[in-house]
Structure formats: structure tokens, C-alpha cells
Nanobody
């Protein structure tokens, strides 16, 4: 079974930065499109950044020009660099494979809290 372990979240002030990591086990992230989702309290989980196998990248409008998705194939790890954070970015962040729907069971996620 694929395992996803997210880390790097925390509490930051508005305008701050965080770098999230997602360690993936049992599959190579080289062979799958990978993405970052988030779920805020009382809201549905949404896809915020996606990297296709050929390094094509898409972002949701809400995070464009502030977040950067990347990967280290050697470490089998996906990253999300988040800059200029806003209170509305507060959510639990998850990684998963897939284009519009997740391929695997969710990991525990990592909490990001942005104070105003």
C-alpha cells in the first residue's frame, strides 16, 4: 500500500513562508502526476498544485504566484514552497497522486495555520 507522509506545517504570521514535504513510499513519484490538496475547516478538500509526469505544473488561482510545487525523484519526495501566506491558506495540507482525483489513501496531512 502506498504511504504518504506529509510534514513541514506550522503556525506562521500573515506574509510568512513554509515549505511542506511529502515522502512517498512503495511507488515512484517519477511515474505519477502528483499534487497538493488542502482542506480548511468546514470546506471540501481542494487541489491547489499539481505536477504532471513531464513536469507540467498547474496551480489554483488562489495560490498562483505564491506557491511552488517541486519534487526530488531521488528522495521520492514532493514539496510545496508557500510564500506570502494569508489567513485563508489555513488548512490541513495533503499530497497524493492523480490529476483531478486522488489515487491512493490519504496520509495524515500537515496543519498550516496563518495568523492575521
Amino acid at each position: 500500500q502506498v504511504q504518504l507522509v506529509e510534514s513541514g506545517g506550522g503556525l506562521v504570521n500573515t506574509g510568512g513562508s513554509l515549505n511542506l514535504s511529502c515522502e512517498v513510499s512503495r511507488v515512484s513519484i517519477r511515474t505519477y502526476p502528483m499534487g497538493w490538496w488542502r482542506q480548511a475547516p468546514g470546506k471540501q478538500r481542494e487541489l491547489v498544485a499539481r505536477m504532471n509526469r513531464n513536469y507540467g505544473i498547474q496551480y489554483s488561482d488562489s495560490v498562483k504566484e505564491r506557491f511552488t510545487i517541486s519534487r526530488d525523484v531521488a528522495k521520492n519526495t514532493l514539496y510545496l514552497q508557500m510564500n506570502n501566506l494569508k489567513p485563508e491558506d489555513t488548512a490541513i495540507y495533503y499530497c497524493n497522486g492523480g490529476i483531478t482525483a486522488p489515487l491512493w489513501s490519504w496520509g495524515q496531512g500537515t496543519q498550516v495555520t496563518v495568523s492575521s
